[in-house]
Structure formats: structure tokens, C-alpha cells
């Protein structure tokens, strides 16, 4: 069955999504490969303290466009960047108490599951959607963060009139509204 033009955009916004998600996944076992080869006996510690700055703040870019390509379809751990900022070096890491670097090791097996769970997901979606099946992929304009013509500005406009409305009936109807109205009678000058 030759899908629509309309569902092939959808197979390819999804594939975006799955190539983005594996990224992830492959710079996120790069980040516990460099972790763990660190307390090994003649490694350049160095050169792997080098490599783990770059794989951090790499993870750290591609996280912010993961989750905002992947809208409602992200579901990683929320501590999946915490372990990121915590881990300042591999030194610090490992200096740390052996209960502590193994809690962070645990921390990051955890962040894997959820990266592979949403993977999971995204390519279920993925192979649902090249199948004919109408899937719901969520954007940006879809889910409210579109341009929209009117909306947010006519509310605004509409809450500060009332707002207007009800400090003016608060002057003009309290004890308090009159001073307010003769001090500001008596600037104007009447």
C-alpha cells in the first residue's frame, strides 16, 4: 500500500526522531564506556578526562534538541541530565567513596533503560505509521506552541482591561479609593 504524502512527512518526522534517539543512546554509551575505562591500569587519563568534557557537552546539546524535537514523545529519566552535570570529571568521579560510584553507575543504567525504552516507542510508531496506520506526531504548532493568530494577545488585552476595571470600582467604591481619587484630583489640578 503506497502511503500519502502527508503519512510519508510523518514516517520521515519519525525517523528524524529515531535517528536523534539513537544518537543519544550511542553518545550515552560513549559517556559510561569513557566512565569506566578511567580507574583502568595504564589508560591516559588525560586524554580520557579530554574525551569525557567533549562527550558531556555533547550529550548536554543534543539532549535540549532530543527534547524539543521529541515533544511528547519524550520520555527519558528526569535525572538523565543530573548525572551529566554531576559527573564534573572522572577524577572527581572517582575519588568518590566505591558506594558512590557505583549509585552513579546504577543512575546510568537507569537513564539507559528509559533512552531505550523511548527508542523503543519511537520505532514501534515509526513501523505503525509506514504500515498505513494514522499516528498522532506531536509539534510544536500541534500541541500549542504554534503561531496563532489573535489568542494569546486578546486574552492579555482582556485580562489587563479587567484588571483596569476592577482597581478603578475599588478606588471609586472604598474608603481608601477616595483619598487615592482626591490626591490624584488634586495633580491633575482640579
Not at 566512565?35 to 535540549?64: C, D, T, W
Not at 479587567?162 to 467604591?173: D, K, P, Q, T
Request: aromatic residues 6%.
Amino acid at each position: 500500500m503506497a502511503l500519502s504524502k502527508k503519512q510519508q512527512a510523518v514516517v520521515a518526522q519519525i525517523e528524524r526522531r529515531v535517528e536523534l534517539c539513537r544518537e543519544f543512546m550511542n553518545d550515552w554509551l560513549l559517556f559510561n564506556q569513557i566512565m569506566s575505562a578511567y580507574p583502568s591500569p595504564g589508560v591516559n587519563k588525560a586524554q580520557l578526562e579530554n574525551q569525557f568534557l567533549k562527550i558531556k557537552s555533547k550529550l548536554a546539546r543534543s539532549h535540549k534538541v532530543l527534547k524539543d524535537t521529541l515533544l511528547d514523545d519524550y520520555n527519558l529519566d528526569g535525572n538523565t541530565m543530573n548525572i551529566v552535570s554531576g559527573a564534573t570529571s572522572l577524577e572527581q568521579i572517582y575519588t568518590q567513596s566505591e558506594v558512590a560510584v557505583k549509585k552513579l553507575q546504577s543512575e546510568w543504567h537507569r537513564a539507559f533503560i528509559s533512552i531505550n525504552e523511548t527508542l523503543g516507542a519511537l520505532e514501534d510508531k515509526k513501523s505503525r505509521a509506514e504500515a498505513g496506520e494514522k499516528v498522532f506526531v506531536a509539534t510544536a504548532a500541534n500541541l500549542g506552541g504554534g503561531v496563532k493568530s489573535g489568542g494569546k494577545n486578546n486574552t492579555t488585552i482582556i485580562v489587563i482591561v479587567i484588571i483596569i476595571i476592577v482597581v478603578g470600582a475599588l478606588m471609586a467604591f472604598t474608603p481608601l479609593g477616595s483619598v487615592y481619587m482626591s490626591s490624584l484630583q488634586q495633580l491633575i489640578g482640579r
